[in-house]
């Protein structure tokens, strides 16, 4: 294993940080290269593994990267003929590059992130949102938008059933796929055109789009729940105190 610039221990390597609902897959099996994560400090440092697949995707996927920006990502020091040795590298593991196409982003607008770091930066994502997101003044907040708006139709906003139902299902669509990326053991669903589009999706955010779909789906969900009792217990109120 090559190991980069500023490795000093195994312990370093993160390997295992994934998000509930997903299960891990070992990149140590497909490994092209170590990579010290940009969230990381120098202070102490984390490294994750790129594979050859996660390397192929960026060059032959959606970004068509080039071999400069692929070893700027790699965080590769600059070496006489270094887009030459990446590309025969690449080329012995069967990852074609070709020199005359062209990127579909610049170097200064991609997301650097590696696919492993940016599934990592997703779960510290979900554990700051059940931490710390303001789910009950967020859902007070909506409900007494609602309330105070005279055409908003409360009947259909209490309606529970029918909501979770509908996320419910949203759930199972998204659920149904997970595409390649490095860490996360792929599924594939029966619908191909949804395969397609949530790989495209997974490409173009590194990963990180796939956590966080079931992030805010799973928040949206308790918001709505929330907000539909916080109308229901405001409602029935009003009619109390009317009554009296």
């Known amino acids: ?29 497909d490994h092209f290269s170590l990579v010290q994560g940009r969230t990381s400090t120098s202070h102490k440092p984390v490294f ?42 690449l080329e012995e593991r069967g990852v074609e590059v070709n020199l005359n196409k062209r990127q579909n982003v610049t170097p200064n607008t991609i997301i650097p992130l590696t ?27 909506f409900a007494s938008e609602a309330l105070s708006n005279d055409s908003a139709q409360l009947e259909s906003l209490v309606e529970l059933d029918a909501f979770r139902e509908c996320m419910a299902s949203l759930k199972n669509v998204f659920s149904s796929v997970v595409p ?19 790989e495209r999706f997974s490409q173009a955010t590194h990963g990180m789009g796939i956590i966080t779909n079931h992030l ?7 918001l709505g729940t929330d907000m539909a009792k916080e109308i229901k217990e405001k409602v029935e109120s009003k009619k109390e105190n009317n009554a009296k």
Not at 115 to 131: Q, T
Request: charged content about 35%; glycine content about 6%.
């Open 115 to 141: 696919e492993a770091e940016a599934v990592h930066f997703g779960k510290d994502l979900g554990k700051s949102i059940d931490e710390a997101y303001p789910r009950d003044e967020l859902a007070e907040e």
């Open 48 to 89: 994750y593994h790129v594979t050859t697949d996660e390397v192929n995707r960026r060059i032959n996927g959606i970004e068509k990267l080039n071999s400069s920006s692929m070893a700027c990502n790699l965080k590769k020091s600059k070496v006489k003929n270094g887009g030459e040795i990446l590309r025969k590298k």
């Open 216 to 222: 805010w789906l799973q928040e949206l969900t308790t």
């Open 1 to 29: 294993m090559e190991l980069p610039e500023g490795f000093t221990d195994k312990s370093d390597i993160c390997i295992d940080e994934i998000p509930s609902g997903f299960e891990k897959e070992d990149p140590q099996q």
């Open 180 to 198: 390649p990326c490095t860490g996360l053991r792929p599924k594939a669903s029966n619908n191909v055109d949804l395969n397609l589009d949530m």
